[in-house]
């Protein structure tokens, strides 16, 4: 027989549960549209950066053409290589299993239907058929590829952030050690 005094009795532990049930359900879903955005953001800062590195090595091969000595040729295959690698970078998520819930990811996945049509190899497709792609080494790759193309050129890498947004971001090596206390960013490089 229930004791008439066990839902009073209980009543903390009721409200709790369903206070966390509720939370918990609120939560895991504004941490979806809080992941999301944070690709978006990740995505752009990657872009930009592959953008540059492309522009860069399709200006210095075009700069290039038609050049005999032998650091040009070195130079320009440095840049036909990153242009390879660019290349190769996968511009779609193919382990986004879900739907689309946004107007804006609705008209994105739209945008890529479109251009996904049967071609052959579409750019980024992955070189093993199904297989994962190690986004973080495949970028450590161009990175190094840009520096490489930037060493034989005989030109300065641009400067970049640091990716923990400290104050480090400013401080750039120079000839005789770290150039302390100068913000680079003010220097317009």
């Known amino acids: ?19 966390y049930a509720d939370g918990h359900a609120h939560g895991a879903q504004h941490g979806v549209f809080e992941g999301r955005q944070l690709g978006r953001e990740k995505a752009w800062e990657v ?30 295959s440095h840049a036909t290589a990153l242009l390879g690698l660019i290349a190769g970078f996968p511009i779609t998520n193919p382990s986004a299993g879900a739907a689309p819930t946004t107007a804006q990811d609705i008209a994105l996945a739209e945008i890529d239907a479109e251009t996904s049509r049967p071609k052959s190899r579409s750019r980024g497709a992955s070189p ?5 792609v190690d986004l973080e080494s495949l970028l450590m790759s161009i990175r190094a590829r840009y520096r490489l193309l930037c060493t034989s050129l005989g030109t300065r890498p641009r400067l970049t952030a640091a990716k923990d947004g400290s104050e480090r971001a400013a401080v750039v090596e120079g000839i005789e050690g770290p150039m302390k206390g100068v913000d680079t960013r003010q220097l317009r490089f």
């Not at 872009?47 to 130079?75: H, P």
């Not at 093993?128 to 994962?132: I, Q, T, V």
């Open 128 to 132: 093993a058929a199904g297989g994962e």
């Open 47 to 76: 872009w930009d950066e592959l953008g540059f590195y492309e522009g860069y090595a399709r200006v210095w091969l075009r700069k290039l053409e038609g050049k005999v000595g032998r650091k040009e040729v070195k130079s320009a």
């Open 1 to 19: 027989m229930d004791d008439i005094f066990d839902d009073a009795l209980n009543l903390e532990s009721k409200f709790y549960d369903e206070g």
